[in-house]
């Protein structure tokens, strides 16, 4: 903020072919302009800087997907009057899972035991001497996959088969954690505004619910909130949300936390609200959010829930024909807080980007198109899932028919078989359905899965 009085410039950060998280109307209230700077894929820093400065843009609004995450970096250093917000230090648990180990470790905050390993044969070397089961997960790239990429191995044959086929670099292997459930937390200013158990269907271990897992909103421990809060605190997250699996050990453990996750319209708002009141020095409300309000709105059919907006509360006043104190509505512990501004630089990528720093071998595909699911706020509960992307039929097409050993003919098959938002939809959560078209097996389904990753990579 320059003068006393006035608003700083808002602007909100918009990439292409990525769904837009907020909008102009989660701001309800501002009385300025909002603007908005829209990032193409390729080559395009240099553009984005100089509209952000010619439109005086004072804060930049959004996530940015896990593949665009160093571009803005260099685009951040280059814009050192603009606050980014969440900062690009907020959010990076944003790129990969690597980063996630890298943070939660600085904090000590629990996370099941994890190794990452830049030279292969230190991860053989370390797979052949551990204990079983673990997991190997790919660590970077678009996440919201719905576990697609999450494996369990039970034996150093399956590890070494595994990291054969599917070549993730780096490997990154975490101990196997017998769970009972895992609890998605979302966070506005670190107090907890909304909570759900995702439980594995009987007998699997896998809880994303696009694997069929099911949600509920009720009883979630307090033990878990306050681990929710520790981490949004840690990251200095003006919203923020955690995976926490509670195990069979009855242990917590952090399985990922970003600040990019779907959220129901009217938790944006409360975003907007909150953010409003953050940059106007207190002259917006600051939103009231009760704590478990998800217990109740929860029970509201999810089909309605995505579209009511603006739900607001007033404080409660205890009044004398009232003799029962709802004690469960205890905010002691969660008022929201400000997030402080730093500007000084918490995870510079000269040190912390491992992964083009360490590089090696790298291929450079320029981007077409940023490839995520299409999100769907009752659905889609996977963190970074906003991040969706819209194709039409040709570019699907175009996609398809570049994988080697696809013909135009089974091109068509898949088309008359999905249509275009049936064959994203497929490949964001469960490719093997495409199996379904003849001829088509696990070897160009491979194919067709690593091409859809590789056109999701910005040139750098
Ligand atoms: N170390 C682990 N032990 C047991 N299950 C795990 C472990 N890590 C992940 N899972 C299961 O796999 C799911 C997906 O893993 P996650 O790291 O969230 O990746 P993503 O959601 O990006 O696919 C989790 O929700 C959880 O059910
Ligand atoms: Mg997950």
Same mark, same amino acid.
């Given at each position: 903020?320059?003068?006393?009085?006035?608003?700083?410039?808002?602007?909100?950060?918009?990439?292409?072919?990525?769904?837009?998280?907020?909008?102009?109307?989660?701001?309800?209230?501002? *009385?300025?302009?909002?603007?908005?700077?829209?990032?193409?894929?390729?080559?395009?820093?240099?553009?984005?800087?100089?509209?952000?400065?010619?439109?005086?843009?004072?804060?930049?609004?959004?996530?940015?997907?896990?593949?665009?995450?160093?571009?803005?970096?260099?685009?951040?250093?280059?814009?050192?009057?603009?606050?980014?917000?969440?900062?690009?230090?907020?959010?990076?648990?944003?790129?990969?899972?690597?980063?996630?180990?890298?943070?939660?470790?600085?904090?000590?905050?629990?996370?099941?035991?994890?190794?990452?390993?830049?030279?292969?044969?230190?991860?053989?070397?370390?797979?052949?001497?551990?204990?079983?089961? =673990?997991?190997? =997960?790919?660590?970077?790239?678009?996440?919201?996959?719905?576990?697609?990429?999450?494996?369990?191995?039970?034996?150093?044959?399956?590890?070494?088969?595994?990291?054969?086929?599917?070549?993730?670099?780096?490997?990154?292997?975490?101990?196997?954690? *017998?769970?009972?459930?895992?609890?998605?937390?979302?966070?506005?200013?670190?107090?907890?505004?909304?909570?759900?158990?995702?439980?594995?269907?009987?007998?699997?271990?896998?809880?994303?619910?696009?694997?069929?897992?099911?949600?509920?909103?009720?009883?979630?421990?307090?033990?878990?909130?306050?681990?929710?809060?520790?981490?949004?605190?840690?990251?200095?997250?003006?919203?923020?949300?955690?995976?926490?699996?509670?195990? =069979?050990?009855?242990?917590?453990?952090?399985?990922?936390?970003?600040?990019?996750?779907?959220?129901?319209?009217?938790?944006?708002?409360?975003?907007?609200?909150?953010?409003?009141?953050?940059?106007?020095?207190?002259?917006?409300?600051?939103?009231?959010?009760?704590?478990?309000?998800?217990?109740?709105?929860?029970?509201?059919?999810?089909?309605?829930?995505?579209?009511?907006?603006?739900?607001?509360?007033?404080?409660?006043?205890?009044?004398?024909?009232?003799?029962?104190?709802?004690?469960?509505?205890?905010?002691?512990?969660?008022?929201?807080?400000?997030?402080?501004?730093?500007?000084?630089?918490?995870? *510079?990528?000269?040190?912390?980007?491992?992964?083009?720093?360490?590089?090696?071998?790298?291929?450079?595909?320029?981007?077409?198109?940023?490839?995520?699911?299409?999100?769907?706020?009752?659905?889609?509960?996977?963190?970074?899932?906003?991040?969706?992307?819209?194709?039409?039929?040709?570019?699907?097409?175009?996609?398809?028919?570049?994988?080697?050993?696809?013909?135009?003919?089974?091109?068509?098959?898949?088309?008359?078989?999905?249509?275009?938002?049936?064959?994203?939809?497929?490949?964001?959560?469960?490719?093997?359905?495409?199996?379904?078209?003849?001829?088509?097996?696990?070897?160009?389904?491979?194919?067709?899965?690593?091409?859809?990753?590789?056109?999701? =990579?910005?040139?750098?």
């Amino acid at each position: 903020m320059t003068k006393k009085d006035s608003l700083p410039k808002i602007g909100l950060l918009y990439l292409d072919y990525v769904l837009r998280f907020f909008d102009k109307s989660n701001f309800k209230g501002w *009385p300025d302009k909002i603007e908005q700077v829209t990032y193409h894929w390729g080559n395009d820093k240099a553009r984005f800087i100089a509209e952000v400065k010619r439109k005086n843009i004072d804060v930049l609004i959004g996530n940015i997907p896990a593949t665009a995450y160093e571009a803005f970096r260099e685009i951040a250093k280059a814009l050192p009057n603009v606050r980014f917000l969440p900062s690009l230090d907020s959010q990076f648990s944003n790129k990969s899972k690597e980063n996630v180990t890298h943070f939660c470790r600085k904090y000590n905050l629990p996370t099941p035991h994890t190794e990452i390993f830049y030279i292969p044969e230190k991860a053989k070397q370390y797979l052949a001497n551990t204990q079983y089961p =673990k997991i190997i =997960k790919r660590s970077y790239g678009p996440s919201n996959y719905g576990g697609y990429f999450v494996h369990k191995v039970d034996s150093y044959e399956e590890a070494a088969s595994l990291l054969s086929q599917k070549r993730y670099y780096p490997a990154y292997v975490q101990d196997f954690v *017998p769970m009972e459930a895992d609890i998605r937390v979302m966070l506005i200013g670190h107090k907890p505004v909304c909570a759900f158990w995702r439980r594995p269907p009987e007998g699997e271990w896998l809880t994303n619910t696009s694997q069929g897992g099911s949600m509920d909103y009720q009883d979630v421990p307090k033990g878990v909130l306050e681990l929710a809060a520790r981490a949004s605190k840690a990251a200095n997250a003006e919203y923020w949300a955690c995976d926490i699996a509670l195990g =069979k050990d009855g242990k917590l453990r952090i399985l990922e936390c970003a600040t990019a996750f779907a959220a129901f319209p009217y938790i944006r708002d409360w975003i907007g609200q909150y953010l409003m009141w953050l940059l106007s020095d207190g002259r917006f409300a600051k939103p009231n959010i009760p704590l478990y309000n998800w217990e109740e709105l929860g029970k509201i059919d999810t089909r309605l829930l995505r579209t009511m907006r603006h739900i607001g509360f007033s404080r409660y006043k205890p009044s004398q024909d009232c003799g029962e104190q709802f004690s469960r509505l205890d905010e002691y512990n969660y008022p929201i807080l400000d997030t402080t501004y730093r500007p000084d630089e918490e995870w *510079p990528s000269e040190m912390w980007n491992f992964q083009d720093n360490f590089k090696l071998h790298g291929i450079v595909v320029p981007a077409k198109a940023q490839s995520l699911i299409p999100s769907n706020d009752e659905v889609s509960t996977e963190l970074n899932s906003y991040q969706d992307v819209q194709f039409d039929e040709a570019q699907i097409r175009e996609i398809l028919s570049q994988v080697k050993g696809v013909g135009s003919k089974m091109v068509e098959e898949i088309m008359a078989t999905f249509g275009a938002i049936g064959v994203v939809e497929a490949l964001n959560t469960k490719p093997e359905q495409l199996c379904v078209v003849k001829n088509l097996k696990d070897k160009k389904l491979e194919k067709i899965v690593n091409h859809w990753q590789q056109v999701a =990579k910005p040139c750098h």
